[in-house]
């Protein structure tokens, strides 16, 4: 027998009665194990257990491997309509020019409107780490130019000799 995932079928179920639901979904009522299996197998179908933790347990006559398809199924498109956010990192120095945050702004930019987290990360090299204000400056400059497309996740922290922060897009009602 192929792989279930918790689901008992035919045989495997050990109870001594069970809540019966044939293939055409009607409701049998209580029945002893034997009798719904010879049920199942008059209709060449299975005997699923779908609900185990109920008293008596239920279990419904069915196809089990078009019903574990379905369930693949239903798994898979599941996935499809996940979004996976994806975590980009912008670097820059303390000693940044104007036209180069202005660049990175639109970088980050794009990033947030494709649905992407942004580390935003500066690093200082040398002495450039006693003047940490520096940083944060350039940092605070980033989100003012990214205006209120975005969500401030973490606040710009020191991680060793790295400040960061990361933005997220926001969310659309």
Known sequence: MAENKGLRVNEQIRVREVRLIDGEG???GIVPILEALKIAK?????LVEVAPQANPPVCKILDY???RFELE????DSKKKQKVLKLKEIRMQPKIADGDIEFKSKHIKEFLAEGNKVKVTVRFRGRELAH?????EVLKEVLNRLEDDYT???QPAM???FMSMVVVPKVKK
Do not use: A
Request: no cysteine.
């Open 26 to 28: 009607e409701q049998r």
């Open 42 to 46: 008059e209709q060449e179908l299975d």
């Open 65 to 67: 491997g078009k019903y």
């Open 73 to 76: 199924k239903k798994l898979r």
């Open 132 to 136: 940490t204000d520096l940083g944060l």
């Open 152 to 154: 401030l996740e973490k």
């Open 159 to 161: 991680e060793g000799r």
